[in-house]
């Protein structure tokens, strides 16, 4: 019997489910005790792993073998796009202009994620990709939306520079729904899509080196 997308979806989560305190940053900037240097030290960051990600989605449309998987990774690198401008607006209420994220000399702790997503671009089945990218996806939404709330009541963030973490902390309502019917098309067809659980741990342990190189800035 073919195992359902939806229980590998949450075996995967389960599996993979940090403590609370592992994030390190994220709590910091809830608490309004992360200094608007380290803030636009995150937004600057975010410059390259968005520019980053966008043409691996693109690399990832181009390598999938379904009309389904493929429209899923260029409505993703779409996405990337508009988070792209409205990163520009984050920046700028921390005093940086566009030209100051373009000399930001990027941390290696920081571009571990978009470096792994490049190479998943080049050697991952695309359909496990979707699967990881779907199990990551809940996380990093849940720390956008906590940094969104963070700035409003502690750094005094309008809307269009909170516009990037609202962005990515209300994803699309359907995304995981397309998600999950593109990982089942291709269990039923018999593909064995266990290296997606190992995708998704590389991805996640990145991103928490990315909080928490960051974290380390607070002091």
């Known amino acids: 019997m073919t195992r359902s ?18 994030n ?24 390259h792993v968005i520019s980053s990600d966008w043409r ?4 990832l449309a181009a390598r999938a073998t379904t009309p389904e998987a493929r429209e899923f990774f260029t409505g993703l690198a779409q996405g990337e796009g508009v988070a792209l401008a409205r990163l520009a607006d984050l920046a700028a209420a ?6 100051a994220l373009d000399d930001h000399e990027p941390e290696p702790g920081c571009q571990g994620y978009p470096s ?4 998943l671009a080049l050697n991952g089945d695309p359909d496990a990709v979707v699967l990881a990218l779907t199990v990551n996806f809940a996380a990093w939404g849940g720390y956008c939306g906590a940094l969104a709330q963070g700035l409003r009541e502690h750094y005094g963030f309008d809307d269009k520079a909170c516009g990037f973490f609202d962005f990515f902390a209300t994803p699309a309502p359907d995304m995981e729904e397309r998600a999950l019917a593109i990982v089942q098309s291709a269990l039923d067809a018999g593909k064995d899509l266990a290296l997606s659980h190992r995708h998704a741990r590389m991805l ?11 974290a380390d800035r607070v002091v």
């Open 94 to 99: 921390t005093g940086r202009d566009p030209e």
């Open 204 to 214: 996640q342990g990145y991103e928490l080196i990315f909080w928490n190189t960051l």
């Open 24 to 47: 390190r940053l994220v709590p910091l900037v809830a608490a309004g005790r992360a200094p608007l240097t380290v803030i636009g030290d995150l937004a600057a960051e975010q410059h």
């Open 116 to 119: 792994y997503l490049a190479w």
């Open 56 to 59: 691996s989605f693109l690399a």
């Open 5 to 22: 997308a939806r229980d590998l979806l949450e075996t995967i989560r389960r599996d993979l489910t940090h403590d609370d305190d592992a």
